[in-house]
């Protein structure tokens, strides 16, 4: 069926430290993909998407490569803030018949200064 | 634009009670959505409408929830009777229609505690 992988967590890192959190997907047909964030106390917030094969979605110096041959959608960045302590989730979303967005269990980021 | 707006916050109830959840989608999206995120794991999608009609229900326990959206507008999501596995946070999105190239925007959720 069709599914999201996320690396387990919590991620624990330094303040500008690099940050990539693992995302891979199982999918009949072609999916987007996206990350979502979740601050705390807030609502899922869209952070990047990407539609098709090789599009790389960036976002508030986030990055992510569509990469259909490893169907992979890791989430990167450079050099992270304490502000981007939150928990993030990939997802998929196929078209057609199965009109819904599937989530992965989600990570969660804490950075420290 | 006004984000999706969600009440109550938090509820706390005993099991087999029962329990509602509203949703004011934002203005014109035809497309509305309940999720259930339990502790710990990724948002599950319940039902989904398109403007007041049941896309998907695929997900839902219909022998306790029930949803509506009447006129195609707000929302209601019902729980009867709660069980203790229903604790989690109940969230609503909207988008303009269906399909990835239409952004989903969340609301924050209602945290439900059933002890």
């Known amino acids: 069926g069709n599914s999201v992988t996320q690396m387990e967590g919590p991620v624990t890192l330094s303040e500008e430290a690099f940050l990539t959190i693992n995302c891979t997907y199982t999918?009949?047909?072609?999916?987007?993909l996206f990350w979502y964030v979740q601050y705390p106390g807030e609502g899922l917030q869209l952070l990047l998407k990407?539609?098709?094969?090789?599009d790389k979605g960036s976002n508030k110096g986030f990055e992510a490569t569509y990469r259909k041959e490893t169907t992979s959608f890791h989430l990167e960045k450079g050099s992270v803030q304490v502000s981007d302590s939150a928990v993030y989730f990939c997802?998929?979303?196929?078209?057609?018949?199965?009109?819904?967005?599937?989530f992965g269990a989600g990570t969660r980021l804490a950075v420290h200064p | 634009e006004a984000g999706v707006a969600q009440s109550p916050r938090y509820k706390i109830i005993e099991k087999r009670q029962s329990v509602a959840f509203w949703c004011n989608p934002i203005?014109?999206?035809?497309?509305l959505y309940w999720y259930q995120q339990i502790l710990g794991q990724g948002p599950k999608l319940l039902i989904q409408?398109?403007?007041?009609?049941?896309?998907?229900d695929s997900q839902l326990p219909k022998d306790r929830f029930s949803a509506e959206r009447l006129k195609g507008v707000d929302s209601t999501l019902k729980i009867q009777p709660a069980k203790l596995e229903d604790s989690a946070v109940y969230l609503c999105?909207?988008?303009?229609?269906?399909?990835?190239?239409?952004?989903?925007?969340f609301g924050s959720g209602t945290r439900l505690t059933v002890v």
């Open positions: 999105a909207s988008s303009q229609r269906q399909g990835s190239n239409y952004g989903y925007t």
């Open positions: 999918a009949t047909g072609y999916p987007s």
């Open positions: 990407a539609t098709k094969a090789d």
């Open positions: 997802a998929l979303h196929l078209s057609g018949g199965y009109n819904k967005l599937i």
């Open positions: 203005s014109g999206h035809a497309t």
């Open positions: 409408f398109q403007n007041n009609g049941v896309v998907d």
